[in-house]
């Protein structure tokens, strides 16, 4: 299944009132390392029990990426209770961002 894709609109219910901790990945097609880290923060959506995995174009969905002063892609934020709890910038190995992740769970 993967990550789910959400838009600016959705923030607010997708991320900020999420009942579990939330990894946000911010992406754009034309970026390499992006997809680089698609396919793994996809994997992290279907193994990490107790996340919910999203992702935003900030192409398409610009507000939210400036709001949160994303400057660079990939950059995975993780949220907890409403509150950006962890911020990743950078194409990461999968044993990188579960070290950086497993903190905020549960």
């Known amino acids: ?10 923030f607010q219910a997708e991320v900020l009132e999420a009942d579990q901790p939330v990894l946000i ?11 680089k880290v698609g396919p ?8 990490v029990d107790g996340l919910k995995v999203v992702k935003m174009d900030i192409d398409a969905h610009p507000e939210t990426a400036r709001n ?12 907890k209770g ?8 950078g194409a990461k ?4 961002l579960l070290n950086e992740i497993s903190p905020h769970l549960g």
């Open 1 to 10: 299944m993967g990550a789910t894709a959400i838009s600016d609109d959705q």
């Open 68 to 79: 949160h002063g994303v400057m660079s892609i990939p950059t995975l934020l993780v949220f």
């Open 93 to 96: 190995p999968k044993a990188a």
């Open 40 to 47: 793994i923060v996809d994997q992290l959506a279907d193994e």
């Open 82 to 89: 409403g509150e950006n709890v962890a911020r990743i910038v």
């Open 25 to 35: 990945d911010f992406w754009a097609e034309w970026c390499g390392p992006c997809k």
